[in-house]
């Protein structure tokens, strides 16, 4: 026991600068990127916390730099003086802030409602709509991801007037609903079909019927791709922008479109941009550190097969 | 509507469908087709003014599609029993489809050929191929459509950038959540509060952190949105920023499902780092790689929020893509007709655009070894 048999090579266990540099390189790389990807972020926040003086000089470190304020929390109606005090504009930032939050979750669970059921139909059955088969009915709804907003956008301006539909949040949900379906479609096609269907099988064999398989037995399994589509969704509904802008005015107006109509009117009070940038932006921060996981599964569903 | 040849789940049930069951269900089909039929045509007939009911708006229209759509549904399940059940799965969503986009597009196609300014009194009307011959003599929108095709070449750098990142991520490193944390941020941000944070404040030229750092790198006369090709190169870069992160985790959702066997084969046969990166990884990505860059142009070619929030279009439509020309073409003239066929002539370019590319994709795609 006292001499070791196995060990490495003197090759191996000699210093290998090529290595070690390589090593560098990769971190460095990361860091500097890293850097790049939360610099806005931290820039923003912070900026929210600045007094006039201390934009101009382009202090960066709270604390260190510049005594932060609550400038931009004041502006919005909602710092700690603020707070109980009457404010047109707190109850105009929550109006929209509230507007973003139902649309956005909404027009999602509507999605995943509506593209799980035929994701799940299209991967376990056979349809024939007149002369389209199962292979032309995926594409037909995959095929609305190529279709850009604005083909759809000015005949909705249209048709929404005809409906009274225009600025309401009704619309909107309609509207958003179709442009994330084929997404969930796509997340939730790939995930069906990685079920084996002997699972349905031993449920119809035990008297449970196709839709009770469906709901008690498929979508559980499928949870983890149901969240990831409902995230992607969220975030592409909730950052929208152009048919917000062109289909609403005054009911049912979303945050993005309060950020976009600050900055063009009055000189820019950059602490009041500044807070409503991060407001805008924080809420999928939470989403994204949180639930980091799932979204990443949920983009690499249809890399890789 | 559901065949019963080969599904991949069989079902097998025994249905005892009454006649008076069958007559019932072909009864509300048919009815609530015809309740729609009517209402539609007689909303018609009110629009233009040949009865007049007195309709605000065309909700009783809405109202009886919905209630056709409800009866259809419920027919199948009278109709074919189980099978018809099955139907139930995809039936509305393709309802929803056909609805929100087919109808929409014809319409749009009707609105494409006339002259239709939404705050003038005299409302639509017909003008042949006059939309065809402004949109053919309209500098500004051909040179919309000179900047996508910039915008979507750029998406090779973004690619370039990407593969290098999934790359490092991929390698043995600590705190891999940290950075897969910090690059998926930008991809979550809002395009409009980006382009405040960035376009807006960062890039700002007196005080903006950005420009600090520029002039402290001893340029002295900087604008960033100056001139025409700076400005497009800061839209193009601030687009990247937000989307390099999507195809990021796609390739390296790919980089993560190659076999380990085969770079430890590679590395007993004594090829370099970066033969095993040409000859194998690189090779074995391509399938991936393709599917992402496609994804990314079928983003790319949507880009506008950036763009109308930053330059609205400007210097001179240097940075105008096609959606944000078509914003703001309707939001200063309102003219909705002109508008839509731009936008159908667009449509029409990335449909061909799109299938000539996926046929390349599918080839080249085709394994080859």
């Known amino acids: ?305 | 509507m559901v065949s019963t040849e080969a599904d991949y789940l069989h079902i097998v049930t025994a249905d005892n469908i009454s006649a008076a069951r069958i007559r019932f269900g072909k009864t509300i089909m048919w009815a609530s087709a015809a309740l729609l039929c009517v209402v539609g045509l007689v909303q018609y007939l009110d629009s233009q003014g040949i009865v007049s009911l007195g309709f605000e708006t065309w909700r009783p229209t809405l109202y009886a599609f919905l209630i056709w759509a409800s009866c259809l549904c419920w027919g199948q399940v009278l109709l074919y029993g189980e099978r018809g059940k099955l139907a139930l799965f995809v039936l509305p969503a393709a309802l929803f489809a056909v609805a929100m986009v087919v109808f929409p597009l014809i319409f749009a196609l009707g609105i494409a050929f006339s002259n239709w300014n939404l705050s003038s009194p005299t409302g639509r009307q017909f003008n042949g191929l006059d939309n065809i011959r402004q949109m053919w003599g309209d500098p500004f929108y051909w040179n919309a459509l000179k900047n996508m095709v910039w915008y979507t070449l750029a998406i090779v750098v973004e690619y370039a950038i990407a593969f290098g990142l999934a790359l490092a991520l991929n390698a043995q490193i600590r705190a891999r959540k940290f950075f897969r944390v910090a690059f998926l941020l930008p991809l979550m941000l809002s395009p409009v509060a980006v382009s405040w944070m960035i376009g807006k404040s960062m890039l700002e030229i007196r005080f903006g952190p950005v420009a600090h750092l520029v002039r402290e790198l001893g340029f002295d006369q900087i604008s960033f949105f100056g001139s025409p090709e700076m400005a497009r190169f800061m839209i193009m870069a601030m687009d990247a920023w937000t989307f390099i992160p999507f195809m990021m985790i796609m390739i390296l959702a790919g980089l993560q499902a190659i076999p380990k066997e085969l770079h430890e084969a590679a590395e007993v046969d004594g090829a370099s780092g970066w033969r095993r990166f040409w000859e194998i990884t690189f090779p074995l990505m391509l399938p991936v790689s393709i599917t992402a860059i496609l994804i990314r142009i079928i983003f790319k070619l949507k880009l506008a929020d950036i763009i109308i929030n930053i330059t609205a279009g400007g210097p001179g439509g240097a940075t105008d893509s096609v959606t944000s020309f078509i914003f703001r073409e309707y939001r200063d003239r309102s003219n909705v007709g002109y508008g839509t066929l731009l936008a159908i002539v667009y449509l029409v370019l990335i449909v061909i655009a799109m299938t000539i590319l996926m046929k390349l994709a599918d080839r080249w795609m085709r394994p080859r070894y």
């Open chain 1, 1 to 305: 026991m006292t001499q070791q048999i196995f060990r490495d090579s003197d090759a191996d266990r000699a210093f290998r600068p090529s290595w070690f540099l390589g090593r560098a390189a990769i971190y460095a790389v990361l860091l500097v990127w890293a850097f790049i990807c939360l610099f806005p972020i931290y820039w923003t926040l912070t900026t929210s916390f600045k007094a006039a003086p201390d934009v101009m000089q382009g202090n960066l470190v709270p604390w260190v730099d510049f005594e932060p304020k609550m400038l931009g929390l004041r502006s919005l109606g909602l710092s700690p003086e603020t707070i109980f005090a009457e404010s047109t504009v707190r109850a105009e930032f929550l109006k929209r802030f509230w507007n973003s939050v139902i649309v956005a979750l909404c027009s999602s669970a509507l999605a995943l409602v509506l593209g799980s059921m035929a994701a799940y139909g299209l991967s376990r059955f056979n349809y024939r709509f007149s002369f389209m088969k199962n292979a032309d009915i995926s594409f037909f709804f995959l095929s609305q991801l190529i279709l850009p907003p604005v083909v759809l956008a000015l005949p909705f301006l249209v048709l929404y007037k005809e409906l009274a539909l225009l600025d309401t949040r009704i619309g909107l949900i309609l509207l958003y609903t179709l442009t994330v379906m084929p997404i969930v479609i796509w997340i939730m096609r790939d995930q069906f079909s990685s079920i084996p269907t002997e699972l349905e099988e031993a449920a119809l064999v035990d008297g449970l019927s196709i839709w009770g398989a469906f709901v008690t037995i498929i979508l559980p399994i499928a949870l983890p791709g149901m969240v990831a589509a409902f995230i992607l969704s969220l975030v592409l509904t909730w950052n929208e922008y152009f048919f917000a802008a062109l289909l609403t005015s005054t009911n049912a107006n979303t945050l993005p479109v309060m950020v976009a109509s600050q900055t063009g009117s009055q000189g820019i009070s950059w602490w009041s941009m500044a807070a409503l940038s991060s407001a805008a932006i924080l809420p999928l921060i939470l989403v994204a550190i949180l639930l980091e996981k799932y979204i990443i599964k949920g983009m690499a569903a249809g890399a890789v097969k």
